[in-house]
């Protein structure tokens, strides 16, 4: 349980103001880097003054929670991330509605919750954000129990984010899910059926179901054009692409231009989600592969989470 003060209720997106630093805490993928490493942020953040921290490292990210609850108990004021999106969403999920501040220090292969939102994978600017940049009120998207930043999706999506394994990822970053995805996956459609607030929006067969709380996705690709993570919704994408040709083209579509241009994607915005599969399919948060379900539960969850955020251009 957090010991920081909730949330006041300014609406979601709003700049909070930066508190005196107090406690810190930095929980580290210690197999991740970024600049010097974490000897360069010890020794950054000991020289703007930070006397009180808290430090934490684990080796694999889904160990990152137990810690980011250690840090709250102790009475952690700002909690610092080092890591990629699957790490940002770990902590992310544990923070959710604590009111206690996450500065992103974006060391992992995918770092696209941290590139939405304009923090650099520059470690002295990061930690300055860290330390003295705003704090904004953002949404988080919210799957069968668990929260994600980034984007959440089923089938295709999922199956193409466990077949790109830590190794491809390691080699060759982002394009390791395209590469994947166009020689691994075969995105088979599955009868799905989505209510979308209530509403049967979608009844047929699909390769992939996507939830998206900003606008770019796994892989780099501007999937969602009008995604905002202050917006208190989440935009709901299906696809009907089956087959590597079909999925090319969708693809290349989405990354020329916008994403209804084509023929096999429809785009629409909510804030409560049901979906309903024929067969299991795999699904992953934030590019961490989860089991196979036949049923999916999403709600935007808005303000759930205090982000140190970059000042806005003047």
Sequence with gaps: M???AAPSAAPPGTPVAAAR???VAVVAHRRKSLGGGLDELRATLASAGVDDLLWYDVPKSRKAPKKVRKALKKGAGLVFVWGGDGMVQRCADTLANSGT???ILPAGTANLFAANLGIPEDLQEAVRIGLHGRRRRLDLGRLNGEHF??????GFDGELIRAADRDLKGRLGRLAYVWTG???VRGELVHTRIRVD???WFDGEASCVLFGNVGTITGGIPAFDDARPDDGCLEV??????????WARTLGRMAAGRSTDSPFVRITRGRRVRVRFANPRMYELDGGARTAVRKLKVRSVPGALTVCCPDPPA
Excluded: E, N, W
């Design 101 to 103: 501040p996450m500065a």
């Design 2 to 4: 957090s010991t920081s």
């Design 237 to 246: 994408g299906v696809s009907t692409a089956s087959g590597a040709i079909d």
């Design 21 to 23: 630093l107090g406690t």
């Design 198 to 200: 209530g509403v049967t």
């Design 182 to 184: 166009l020689r691994h």
């Design 149 to 154: 930043a980034v984007m959440a999706g089923a």
